[in-house]
């Protein structure tokens, strides 16, 4: 998982419906206006592949397809499931141009839930095996409708002492509230011209103070949580999964039968399963 050093980490807060809500962080975004009321209200950095002395905790390589690791500080955390793209990043004349999707795949983005954190950035990464990224991933035909990202699905479960819950809720990634090029464009302007305000960063400082990365992890919002996944935070020994599943190919009630037997077909699934530290 060491292969994503040098990528820019990112993540997008509020692309999916009442997820904020019930991660308690609404009252956060209270004096975030945003262009319409389905637009996710903006975007963080997760991990700086450069040193900065502005925020050096986010210097910390966050990623892990095995583990998290709990903070060391007695605090809540949830997992998140959702979908983290791998991108390419474009500039012009210094200025980031374009941002290109080519891979897909299951990304837990485990947050600290405690109130009255100064950032978004500062709940995100808190050390090593902070962070979720399946090694399996999907090629990206294309970023918009008629694309294989259409016939795929997200589900997640928590294995607690020999049993299975559903953590977050079964959805197509038609739900997003931002997808495809709408998202792409979102996500551009945020980058671009997010100022410091509230829970929010200025990340264009951000990528000039880490040299134009040409790559990034973009996780695009974490989706809803089933009541249980709502109420229940990571203990030492549960067991995380996260998939994105071709469901075209493979129904849920056989995904369930494939994670209670931890048997998965990697052709037709991207795989996040992560025992927690």
């Known amino acids: 998982m ?12 509020g692309n999916f419906a009442l997820h904020l809500a019930q991660a308690g962080e ?3 975004f209270k004096d975030i206006i945003t262009a319409d009321e ?10 700086l592949p450069h040193p900065t002395s502005a925020k050096k905790i986010l210097n910390t390589y966050p990623l892990s397809s095995e583990y998290i690791r709990l903070p060391k500080t007695d605090v809540n955390v949830q997992a998140e499931p959702e979908v983290g793209l791998v991108c390419e990043l474009e500039y012009t004349a210094g200025k980031l141009s374009r941002i ?3 891979y897909f795949g299951a990304y837990n983005d485990c947050s600290i839930r405690v109130q009255g954190a100064n950032k978004i950035s500062d709940k995100k990464n808190w050390g090593e095996d902070s962070k979720g990224f399946s090694n399996t991933l999907v090629k990206i035909d294309k970023f918009q ?8 699905s997200i589900a997640s479960f928590l294995r607690r002492d020999d049993k299975l819950y559903p953590y977050g809720e079964d959805v197509e990634l038609s739900g ?3 997808f495809y090029t709408k998202l792409i464009e979102w996500m551009l302007n945020q980058l671009t011209t997010q100022e410091d305000f509230g829970p929010l960063e200025a990340i264009e400082e951000y990528i000039t103070q880490c040299n134009n990365p040409k790559n990034a992890i973009i996780s695009i919002g974490a989706t809803r949580y089933t009541p249980y996944g709502e109420k229940t935070f990571l203990k ?24 209670k037997n931890n048997s998965y077909d990697n052709t037709i699934m991207s795989v996040l399963a992560q025992k927690v530290l």
């Open 38 to 47: 389905a637009s996710p209200k903006g975007m963080f950095p997760f991990y």
């Open 236 to 259: 030492k020994d549960d067991e995380v999964i996260v998939l994105v599943y071709d469901r075209k190919n493979i129904s849920y009630k056989n995904l369930l039968v494939s994670v």
């Open 100 to 102: 290109i999707p080519t």
């Open 145 to 152: 409708e008629g694309g294989i990202m259409d016939n795929y």
């Open 176 to 178: 997003y509230s931002y």
């Open 2 to 13: 060491g292969k994503y050093k040098k990528f820019l980490g990112l993540g997008i807060a």
């Open 26 to 28: 609404l009252e956060e």
